[in-house]
């Protein structure tokens, strides 16, 4: 059976408005129920924008390059060369930077 209702507009569009609304609160008690750190936006938009994420990572843990040198037991040099793109890196290298700014190495890449 086709069972239908029918409602002025203006009362659908506030329902969907009201239902979207939900579904952000509820997408926010999610986030929130899982204690996961998040990135502060001026962050994220930095490596959007193309900056290194060694550098924008370590500018959120308020580190030096010397304080990241340090913390990882990478050479600053190296990290001045992985931060302006002159090297990649090796693997074990952003392992120990990842750790040192408390990241995962799938967020330096």
Known sequence: MNDMVSIPREEYERLREAAEELEDILAYDRAKARDEESVPHEFVTRII?????????????GMSAADLSRSSGVNR???????????????????????ALGVTVDDLI
């Open 49 to 61: 924008d193309g900056e290194h994420p060694v550098r924008v990572f370590r500018d959120w843990r």
């Open 77 to 99: 040099v190296q990290i001045h060369e992985i931060e302006t793109g002159k090297k990649n890196g090796s693997v074990q290298t952003l392992k120990k930077i990842a750790e």
